[in-house]
């Protein structure tokens, strides 16, 4: 499978990268601006933590901070509604007694597939249980 030209930071990648304390990701994440984007699904994750927590602005800065290194916010749509719902269909098929990933991280898989996009995540076991998304952990380990 060949390396897809852009990348989804999901929320935990996100996370690490405003935190700073892992200069592995902090450092990949700088050097590949143009090839990352967020997902709307992401973002509200990012704008309900924020929202969250008004007493942190500093928080606040930090995003709005991101925004301007990464202004495309890709809109989820139909499309990336029909693979999510694949994703899942896959999943409880594939261990119908099992956990299936969780709802945000499902809704990311089928907008990423639907872009062709890959996937940073420090949370790699559960997003390459889904067929043919690429998925990458920048972080130090």
């Known amino acids: 499978m060949s390396l897809p030209d852009y990348f989804f930071l ?3 990648a996100v996370s690490a ?5 892992d200069i592995g990701l902090v450092a990949r994440v700088r050097a590949s601006w143009p090839s990352l984007r967020l997902s709307s699904i992401v973002w509200s ?5 924020v929202r969250k927590q008004p007493e942190r ?3 606040r800065a930090r995003l709005n901070r991101l925004r301007e290194d990464i202004p495309d916010v890709q809109p989820y749509d139909e499309r990336a509604a ?3 719902g694949e994703v899942r269909a896959y999943l409880a098929k594939l261990k119908p007694n099992a ?18 996009y890959g996937i940073v995540t420090a949370n790699v076991r559960e997003f390459t249980r889904v067929p043919e ?4 952990d920048w972080g130090e380990r």
């Open 82 to 84: 029909e693979l999510t």
């Open 17 to 21: 990268y405003l935190r700073g304390r």
């Open 10 to 12: 999901d929320t935990n």
């Open 133 to 136: 998304l690429v998925v990458e």
């Open 45 to 49: 994750e990012l704008e309900y933590g």
């Open 99 to 116: 956990q299936p990933i969780g709802a945000m991280d499902s809704l990311l898989a089928g907008h990423a597939l639907a872009l062709g």
């Open 57 to 59: 602005p500093k928080l």
